[in-house]
C-alpha cells in the first residue's frame, strides 16, 4: 500500500468474522492444510498451521512437505492482499467488501526454503509490499514454532 494511504488500525468484527469464514470454511484445501487465520490487520496478517500427519513429506524426518509450505504462503500473499483490499474500501459495508475477491487469483509465486519444515507447528505472515489497481505485490514468511525462519517468499496476485 502507499505510505500515503492511511490505514485503519483495525477492521469491524463482521469483516473479520467474514474474511475467516471464506479463508477457513469456504476454500477446501486450506481446511485440509489445517490453515487457520491468528490475526488480521489491514497491514499484516498471521497463520497457524499444525503439523499433521498426512501433511508430512518426508516420513523419515516427520518433516512438512514443501507443497505445504508453497501453498500455504501462497494462501497468506492472497489473504493479506484480502485484507488491503478491505482497507482500502472501508467506506463500504463489510458485506462488500466481501465480494471483492471473487476475482483474486495468483500470478506469480516465488518460495525460497530455507531450512527443514520440523515442527509441531509453524506460525506464517504476509503484508502487501503494493497495492496497484489491477496487481497487488506481496512478502511471506514461514516460521517455526520457535519463531525460526524456515521460508520465504514472494507473489503477485491479480486484484481486479
Known sequence: MSKHTALPEAFEPAFVNGLKAIFEEKIPFNRILGLHITELRPDRVTGRIDMQPHLVGTFSQNRLHGG???AALDAMGGLACMAAIGARHM????????????KL????????????????????SAEVLRLGSRVASTRMAFCGADGKLLSVGSGA???S
Do not use: K
Not at 92 to 100: A, N
Not at 106 to 123: A, V, W
Open 68 to 70: 505445504v509450505i508453497s
Open 91 to 102: 467506506d463500504t459495508p463489510p458485506e462488500h467488501r466481501l465480494q471483492r475477491f471473487a
Open 105 to 124: 487469483g495468483t500470478i506469480d509465486l516465488r518460495i525460497d526454503y530455507l531450512r527443514p519444515g520440523i515442527g509441531e507447528h509453524f506460525e506464517l
Open 157 to 159: 496476485y491479480i486484484v
